[in-house]
């Protein structure tokens, strides 16, 4: 029944509890005005006490009316309780969001300057008067023992890690790391994913992509997140295309053990 069907009833029953005290009264009055003897004139009760039993019966109707209105209110009133707690939810969840996303900038753009200024540390100045600044290169002792490694000859290529390779150890460590946050940041769109890591593209450059390729195959048990994070950031593009597929081939043990290391991480 609709709010105004439910109104029209209370109007009606309103009236009948008030025509049942003007009828007992109606009926009083009659009974002692006529000339009826002591049973008879009982009886005439007989009709007012039907009366109060169906005020009784209205009344129980308009209660159960009643009820049933503060029922719906507090139905209504527990509907906008509801209501405002999922928008406070909503609103919770995106605080959340957002001091996640503020704390990982914060950190990544940490790892983005620490990234600039090892690399700027890897050039050296020549003090001859020119103040010459030249390139720290290490990719083609790199390239080499790459090449030893995808030929499964580890005692060589360890051999070849010269001092030049040593060196960009740092930097390819912390490329790992800022692609392992942006790959572990799930409240992250996909548009800022691709931000962020073209941004961090934007700093890999030919001779560091030979020396973190090195390292992702020589890391391959201890720090598989190099391998993943290797070809994640496309650094293959910067190998030489003659041993690309021998390079992904190396690489794909480590991407096995890092599939691994990440099941064991959500189970736990």
């Known amino acids: 029944m609709n709010k105004s069907g439910t109104d029209n009833l209370k109007k009606w029953l309103q009236r009948a509890l008030w025509f049942v005290p003007i009828a007992y009264f109606v009926n009083f009055v009659y009974a002692i005005f006529s000339n009826q003897t002591g049973g008879t004139f009982g009886d005439t009760f007989g009709a007012a006490n039907a009366l109060f039993s169906g005020t009784a019966l209205l009344m129980l109707v308009y209660a159960i009316i009643l009820q049933r209105e503060e029922l719906e209110v507090v139905k209504e009133e527990r509907n906008d309780t509801k209501t405002l707690l999922r928008g406070q939810e909503k609103i919770n969840t995106q605080q ?7 704390s990982f900038e914060q950190s990544f753009f940490a790892v983005l300057r620490l990234i600039s200024e090892e690399k700027k540390a890897l050039d050296r100045t020549i003090t001859d008067g020119t103040n010459q600044t030249i390139k720290f290169k290490a990719g ?7 090449k030893s490694l995808v030929e499964n000859d580890k005692t060589q290529s360890r051999l070849s890690v010269s001092n030049h390779i040593a060196n960009c150890c740092s930097v390819c460590r912390l490329f790992t790391t800022a692609f392992y946050m942006i790959s572990q940041s799930n409240f992250l769109t996909k548009h800022e994913t691709l931000n962020y890591g073209s941004s961090l593209h934007a700093l890999l450059d030919a001779d560091l992509a030979q020396v973190w390729c090195l390292y992702s195959i020589l890391w391959e048990e201890k720090d598989p997140r190099a391998a993943h994070a290797f070809i994640s950031s496309q650094g293959i593009d910067f190998i030489d295309e003659s041993i690309q597929d021998e390079v992904r081939e190396r690489l794909k043990n480590a991407l096995n053990n890092f599939t691994i290391m990440e099941s064991e991480i959500v189970s736990d």
């Open 140 to 146: 083609n002792n790199a390239q080499t023992a790459i």
């Open 96 to 102: 959340g969001i957002a001091l996640r996303k503020q």
